[in-house]
């Protein structure tokens, strides 16, 4: 009985901070064996790598909260990607002034992606799609539609007043990890405090029980999805404003499946119900980290691979011991 | 079937079981939910071992180990829900699992045929090359026992057959068990409409509480029997208080809620009632009687097929839950794992569920007054937890039902639907939430209680409404609602005993 106990309270502590855990431990081990780890320098190419997977990843979130997942999140990435080019050099109308054309892009890139979201979640509210199926539609057809936007060329651009939301800084700091860093703390905060946040979480948690307290279950699924679609917009326009240019065939390429494995390292159960933000950003970091240690020790790429899907093993055994004891 | 024992962990599903089905005999197998019905037929089936007792089949002992062993040795099962392959053709469905082979590739003339030949043994004339998803679901039925004797049954074991039946395909479907039986095959049926065990049955067996209570030939006991002893009353009054009901001592108030001639696409036929402020008013019927149904038709949960309902005489037509909650009413469902709470939430959480719009300004919770309602009700409803930050999964089922309630009492509904809101909590939890029903009611809430426990509709409802069937066949005052009457209503389908 006592070992019963001690072992589900390990369980349950691990199951918290297992991901903040090893976060630390890998810090700690790169201070020790990677050459120039602390430095201002190692700092910027790590957050700047693993901005627009977080951003991806806390749409994901809330959409995995419900009980859901999104796989276009990187096709969508590659409409917004390929659009915003098209508007601020002028491809579709002459838009006079600069920063009126790249404030039209950004506005019309994002939207149109949030409107792609959108229409995930109507098929999945309204038909009762499998959320699986439903996103596959855009997985498989939203980066050919940017292709067919781009003519399959890759869009080169040299616009500073766009790619600030690439490049820049204020006080010293990357504007994409600013971006990034609001986003993270505001839904952190809607999926606590608000009345949508607790929507979400009842959804995924029980949603004949959502149903039944009157909630309006449809406009919930159709709102994360949105929400995930807007996110990947923006996410597309990071990519290419630190690129310069917008390539529809790599724009997002994969990245449905790192959000996927931020979000479950970080431990939001991927059946719905339980969700965490902070979560998702230290699992996203601990990923960062694991694939920036090997590389930097001359470990190659495809070997990260296999170490990353280890944690993500490790992330969800944890859970349901967790869960199960 | 002698002294048959099993648990599922710490629950006694069979607790001394007893089954004799004779040869060439149609025997029916009653009980209520949670009675033992299904576990036996899962033993006599193969699906889960039994802890202890014997099985005779045909006059050897007998032990299956998997359901293939038991349809090989002559025992077919019909599930009320098909257990088919939709997409494939009405022939690969029949032949499903013993398929004509020629060379070892498949015999599909063979196959046609024997499909054919099958069918036509119910006078059913098919396109047996169509998938099983082109048919009605009784021909789909239709087909599914016809598939079932196909496999040269001894013993045909029907779980609800007729659930999902008209009146003419049941008719059908009595003639060939009658076939089957003159072919010398027996048929245990389980059905909980008793029209149709008198008309089909030779014996019955009734289960109570995982024991059989009484076997006996179907003309040595009569409806009313029947039902008193499935329910495990006697049929007479029984003095003394079994419940923690105050008695039927309130002044029922202004008429708040009608029905009339409620149907909706399943069991609900014909249902008409009035619910009233300061009473309660409660459903009684058998399982499939249409309470559970009737209730979520109120609540918005279901489309009405046919007929009205009024809210303080306006017209009344919930599209959705959250309609219903608008107009003030409130459900607590019967299954509370699937349909009440929301597990990962807290205590404070799953109370607000259906409070939260309110509570929010501008999207945003207000937190200090959330704490401050659930703190009332934790306190008001003496919902033993750790604290409203407490997951609710950890609380046992009383405190959860409490909960629950707590969650529709938040809205201040003026109706509120019980669906057995003391099943499968203890005793103690029991008695607290009768009491707390009955203080509501007292309070001038309509209160619309379903319950399958008898003595806790004729202690506690005001008025009582029987259902039977699908159809409101008696409505009984409070100097009226006696066992005898209520259980004589269930049997019968009238007041009059």
Request: hydrophobic share 50%.
């Amino acid at each position: 009985m006592g070992r019963q106990v001690s072992d589900r309270r390990i369980y349950a502590f691990l199951d918290r901070y297992a991901t903040l855990i090893a976060l630390v431990a890998l810090i700690a081990l790169n201070i020790v064996i990677t050459p120039n780890f602390l430095t201002l320098q190692t700092l910027n190419v790590n957050l700047t790598q693993v901005c627009t997977i977080v951003i991806v990843a806390v749409g994901m979130t809330l959409v995995i909260a419900t009980g859901g997942i999104d796989l276009s999140v990187g096709s969508l990435m590659a409409i917004s990607g390929a659009l915003a080019p098209m508007i601020f050099m002028g491809g579709i109308v002459d838009v006079g002034p600069v920063w009126v054309a790249v404030t039209l892009a950004i506005v019309v890139a994002i939207a149109v992606a949030g409107l792609l979201g959108a229409f995930n979640g109507w098929l999945i509210a309204r038909f009762g799609i499998q959320p699986i199926v439903a996103t596959l539609v855009l997985f498989i057809a939203g980066r050919g539609i940017a292709q067919v936007m781009t003519n399959g060329n890759l869009q080169v651009f040299a616009v500073p007043e766009f790619q600030f939301i690439g490049l820049g800084r204020v006080f010293g700091l990357p504007v994409q990890v600013l971006i990034m860093a609001v986003i993270v703390v505001g839904v952190a905060w809607m999926l606590r405090r608000t009345l949508f946040g607790r929507q979400i979480l009842a959804v995924g948690g029980n949603e004949l029980a959502a149903i039944l307290s009157g909630m309006p279950v449809a406009r919930v699924k159709i709102a994360v999805y949105a929400i995930s679609g807007l996110l990947s917009g923006l996410a597309g326009l990071i990519v290419i404003a630190i690129n310069s240019s917008s390539d529809a065939n790599l724009v997002g390429l994969g990245i449905e499946l790192d959000a996927i494995a931020a979000v479950a390292v970080g431990g939001t159960l991927l059946s719905g119900g339980r969700a965490s933000i902070w979560g998702t950003l230290l699992g996203a970091l601990t990923i960062q980290i694991v694939r920036y240690t090997l590389l930097a020790n001359g470990v190659p790429d495809a070997a990260a691979m296999v170490v990353k899907a280890g944690i993500i093993i490790a992330a969800v055994w944890l859970q349901q011991k967790a869960r199960a004891a | 079937m002698r002294d048959i024992h099993k648990r599922f962990g710490g629950t006694v599903a069979l607790d001394g079981a007893t089954l004799n089905i004779g040869a060439a005999e149609v025997h029916a197998l009653v009980g209520q939910n949670g009675a033992g019905k299904s576990t036996i037929i899962k033993v006599l089936t193969g699906y889960v071992p039994r802890d202890a007792g014997e099985v005779d089949f045909q006059g050897v002992p007998f032990t299956v180990t998997s359901p293939r062993a038991a349809q090989d040795a002559g025992i077919s099962t019909i599930y009320q829900e098909i257990n088919l392959v939709e997409s494939r053709s009405v022939i690969e469905n029949i032949c499903l699992g013993r398929e004509a082979r020629r060379f070892g590739l498949l015999d599909w003339p063979a196959m046609h045929a024997e499909a054919e030949r099958i069918l036509a043994r119910f006078n059913m004339r098919v396109d047996v090359r169509r998938p099983l998803s082109h048919f009605s679901t009784a021909n789909q039925q239709m087909i599914a026992i016809a598939r079932a004797i196909g496999f040269s049954a001894r013993l045909v074991i029907m779980d609800e057959p007729t659930s999902s039946l008209t009146d003419r395909e049941s008719a059908v479907l009595f003639d060939v068990i009658r076939g089957l039986k003159s072919d010398g095959i027996s048929v245990l049926f389980v059905s909980h409409k008793l029209d149709e065990l008198y008309a089909v049955c030779d014996r019955v067996t009734i289960m109570r509480d995982g024991r059989t209570v009484r076997s006996c030939a179907m003309d040595e006991i009569d409806k009313l029997e029947l039902v008193s002893t499935m329910l495990g009353r006697e049929v007479s009054r029984r003095d003394g208080h079994a419940t923690a009901f105050g008695g039927h001592t309130r002044q029922p108030g202004d008429d708040l809620f009608q029905a009339t001639h409620l149907a909706d696409s399943g069991h609900v036929r014909d249902i008409s009632f009035t619910l009233r402020q300061n009473e309660i008013v409660g459903f009684a019927g058998l399982l499939g009687a249409g309470r559970t149904e009737t209730a979520r038709l109120i609540f918005g949960a279901i489309p009405t097929t046919k007929g009205t309902m009024q809210i303080d005489g306006g017209a009344f037509t919930p599209g959705s839950p959250a309609d219903a909650i608008a107009a003030g009413i409130g459900f607590c469902t019967e299954d509370r794992k699937i349909e009440g709470i929301v597990p990962d939430m807290t205590v404070a959480e799953n109370m607000m569920l259906a409070l939260m719009p309110k509570l929010a300004r501008a999207g945003i919770i207000d937190e200090a007054r959330q704490a401050q309602i659930v703190a009332g009700f934790i306190d008001s409803l003496g919902i033993k937890c750790a604290g409203p930050h407490q997951k609710i999964r950890e609380l046992s089922g009383g405190n959860q039902q409490k909960v629950l309630l707590g969650r529709w009492l938040a809205m201040s509904p003026r109706l509120l639907i019980l669906d057995e809101p003391t099943r499968g909590i203890d005793v103690g939890a029991k008695a607290e939430i009768q009491k707390l029903v009955n203080r509501l009611a007292d309070e001038g809430l309509a209160v619309l209680m379903i319950s399958s426990e008898l003595e806790e509709v004729i202690e506690g409802a005001d008025r009582v409404y029987v259902l039977r069937e699908g159809v409101s066949v008696a409505e009984l005052d409070r100097d009226q609602i006696t066992e005898d009457r209520v259980l004589g209503a269930m049997a019968h389908g009238s007041a009059s005993v």
